[in-house]
């Protein structure tokens, strides 16, 4: 009997063990459905909260117990643009963009851990435009240790040749360099992309070129600029006759290397059949690999939801990508797809079609920022109007690679979710913690979203955790929102009867 109860109770601690604790904060009655935000992060014992609705603009302060502690007004210019947000340990920085007149102005506000500013605010930037914006110009960047900070521009007014201004700030926004370049657009289907800066203050972006609107990318050049240098330096990356579509960019700031990595079809317009990753050290701007993993029958067969083998990896855009210090790398991809009264939109319609915004939309604006600006497909272009459109988010496929660019192993997170006319409570949060990493998602059971966790550790092996404990009815959570506040925290927004609320997950 005694032995029994030890053993019940032993089962009971390593239950409580493997837990959650969800903290609801009080909904704001000024936060409606359509309220922009942004989780900024946990400073001396408060969780901050960016909130902006229409022309009102706070600093939302939480305490442990998710109850607000302070709110704090922002004084921002009308007509925004874009915001972005940078923290430190006890500060942070909001950077934002905005026209008056003919004017275009990137500013930056540093804010305490109260909340409130300090100073006033700094212009790193400005430029004459004869149209109203209604999209951001500048491209915001940070480099991964958050000691330089980049701010880039795009002029497009010459089809020949793009013009680049970047400008190189310190941590505490002090000018450190700044260089216009010119570079060739020879090809009529070309654009640049996925701007980075890295831990020297470096710059790289890649140069793309299709064929035509609505084909794969068969030319492609990666440019490097030092920071405290004029001009930019440029090699072409030999694509092996692939054909790239899904390109990324990735700094490897310990080993000194950019990767640079794909999904590639063999044919034009094909099925994907694998990742392509090409690998170049940094400081002597030499290759070290180019490989193409094609993906293997046992993995398409685990990714697949609704497609068959062949076509399996079709609806996935690759959305994480994870550099180990020996070199090696993760990268995760999800499927994500929609559907409309107009017909069901393919891989192809979301990269080249619609009227890409890669591709000479230009004849309007002077410029334009990188158009990445997030890997979900349809926030490329939207064109469903007024129709019905239901989004899908499926299958997450982490592929693990060693220092030599082969794979060394692949699994797969298994979902499946759809909503109509939103995609906020689709897609997946992550956090790490040890050696696992936690996917948070939400599952449709019986018309109601039901918050699910699984994880993936450093060998590849999936696992399910218990299902969350107190998700209070009638709150839905945006998990694709959430942010890692500590060890073991998360903060991620929710909604709740048609208002914007936050909760606070212990693990």
């Known amino acids: 009997m005694k032995k029994s109860f030890f053993i019940l109770f032993g089962l009971f601690l390593v239950t409580l063990a493997h837990s959650q604790k969800i903290t609801y904060a009080e909904p704001d009655r000024d936060d409606a459905r359509n309220l922009n935000f942004e989780i900024i992060g946990k400073m001396n014992d408060n969780i901050l909260i960016y909130k902006g609705y229409r022309d009102n603009h706070f600093i939302a302060l939480y305490d442990n117990d998710m109850k607000m502690v302070d709110k704090q007004k922002l004084n921002l210019p009308e007509r925004l643009l874009q915001t972005d947000f940078l923290a430190y340990r006890d500060y942070f920085y909001l950077f934002y963009q ?38 951001k110009i500048y491209t915001v960047l940070n480099s991964d240790d958050k000691q330089r900070i980049g701010v880039v521009k795009i002029n497009t007014k010459n089809e020949r040749y793009h013009a680049v201004t970047m400008s190189l700030f310190d941590k505490e926004l002090t000018p450190v360099h700044r260089a216009r370049v010119v570079i060739p657009m020879e090809e009529k289907n070309s654009f640049l992309t996925e701007f980075v800066l890295d831990n020297d203050g470096d710059f790289a972006f890649l140069r793309a070129t299709g064929s035509s609107q609505n084909d794969n990318i068969n030319r492609l050049g990666l440019y490097t600029k030092r920071a405290m240098e004029d001009s930019v330096t440029n090699v072409e990356i030999d694509l092996m006759k692939l054909y790239m579509d899904d390109l990324r960019l990735k700094v490897d700031n310990s080993n000194k290397h950019y990767l640079v990595t794909s999904f590639f079809s063999k044919s034009k317009r094909g099925n994907v059949d694998g990742l392509f990753c090409s690998l170049w050290n940094k400081n002597t701007g030499q290759l070290i690999y180019n490989n193409a993993n094609t993906l293997s029958d046992q993995l398409r067969n685990e990714a697949k939801s609704e497609n068959g083998m062949k076509t399996a990896f079709n609806d996935f855009f690759l959305s994480n990508i994870i550099m180990r210090k020996d070199g090696g790398y993760v990268i995760a991809s999800e499927s994500v797809y929609t559907s409309a009264r107009s017909g069901p939109y393919n891989r192809w319609d979301y990269m080249n079609g619609f009227g890409s915004p890669y591709y000479s939309p230009y004849s309007s604006y002077y410029y334009y920022s990188s158009p990445y600006g997030g890997y979900y497909p349809w926030w490329r272009y939207n064109n469903f109007g007024y129709q019905v459109t239901r989004y ?3 299958n997450i496929a982490i592929l693990s690679f060693d220092t030599t660019g082969k794979m060394e192993w692949a699994n797969v997170v298994r979902k499946s979710q759809y909503d109509d006319n939103t995609d906020n409570f689709l897609g997946y949060g992550t956090m790490t913690t040890g050696s696992e990493v936690h996917f948070i998602f939400n599952l449709l059971e019986k018309r109601d979203w039901l918050l699910t966790d699984q994880t993936i550790n450093s060998e590849g092996v999936v696992k399910r955790t218990p299902t969350f404990k107190n998700l209070d009815k009638g709150y839905d959570f945006m998990p694709r929102f959430a942010k890692q506040v500590g060890s073991r925290q998360l903060v991620l927004p929710v909604n709740y009867r048609n208002y914007v609320s936050f909760a606070k997950i212990e693990f």
Request: with cysteine; aromatic share 10%.
């Open 98 to 135: 905005y026209q008056r007149r003919n004017v275009v102005y990137c500013m930056a506000l540093k804010i305490n851990a109260d909340g409130k500013k300090v100073g006033e605010p700094i212009e790193l930037d400005t430029s004459n435009i004869n149209y109203s914006a209604s999209k």
């Open 392 to 394: 899908f988010s499926d």
